[in-house]
């Protein structure tokens, strides 16, 4: 989902050596959220058992609103925010607030999100876009229902997935 002209462009660089030291991050990941609603076969976060508790934290918004008052203070904006790292971040129930106190705080020129999908509806797709998110990227396992439970040991209704995937396209435009 893309809002408008896209902020910042792949592929187009900036060669540290001549804007060292940086003023601010070109990106950011901030993990809201390290639980994951999918026991995917192929991921880091399912197959160690290493730090588990840890890995599965949830951030709290207290925390996270620290975090962006300091990233809102550097000299210049942050490029991309990204609201994702190991879990599913529309797990986290502050998740809209989030987005929004980034939006808010003016403390990114994009942000983004990358979910896995199967909590999309109408109503979470009206909160997407309400929320300011720049960007949505859909993390898609397999083409089929059975691939969703063979690679993610999850029962995922693929035809309401795409459904909602197309809502929110629609409401994005």
Same mark, same amino acid.
């Given at each position: ?76 904006? /942050?490029?991309?925010?990204? =609201? ?8 986290? $129930? @502050?998740?809209? +607030?989030? !987005? ?19 909590l999309l ?24 229902a059975k691939?969703?439970?063979? /690679?993610?040991?999850?029962? =995922? ?8 995937? $197309? @809502?929110?396209? +629609?409401? !994005?435009?």
């Amino acid at each position: 989902m893309i809002k408008g002209e896209r902020l910042e462009v792949r592929h187009e660089r900036t060669p540290l050596d001549t804007v060292c030291p940086l003023p601010a991050p070109f990106v950011l990941f901030i993990d809201p959220c390290g639980a994951c609603n999918f026991t995917c076969n192929f991921c880091p976060c399912n197959v160690s058992d290493y730090k588990i508790t840890e890995r599965h934290a949830v951030m709290e918004l207290k925390t996270f609103k620290k975090v962006i008052d300091d990233v809102a203070s550097f000299p210049e904006q /942050v490029k991309v925010i990204y =609201l994702f790292g190991f879990g599913e971040p529309l797990l986290h $129930k @502050d998740f809209f +607030e989030m !987005a929004s106190y980034v939006k808010e705080k003016n403390a990114c020129r994009e942000l983004r999100v990358v979910t896995n999908g199967s909590l999309l509806s109408p109503e979470v797709n009206k909160k997407i876009v309400d929320s300011g998110i720049d960007l949505v990227r859909i993390s898609v396992e397999a083409l089929d229902a059975k691939g969703y439970k063979d /690679v993610c040991d999850f029962d =995922l209704d693929y035809d309401a997935f795409l459904a909602n995937i $197309k @809502d929110l396209h +629609e409401r !994005a435009k």
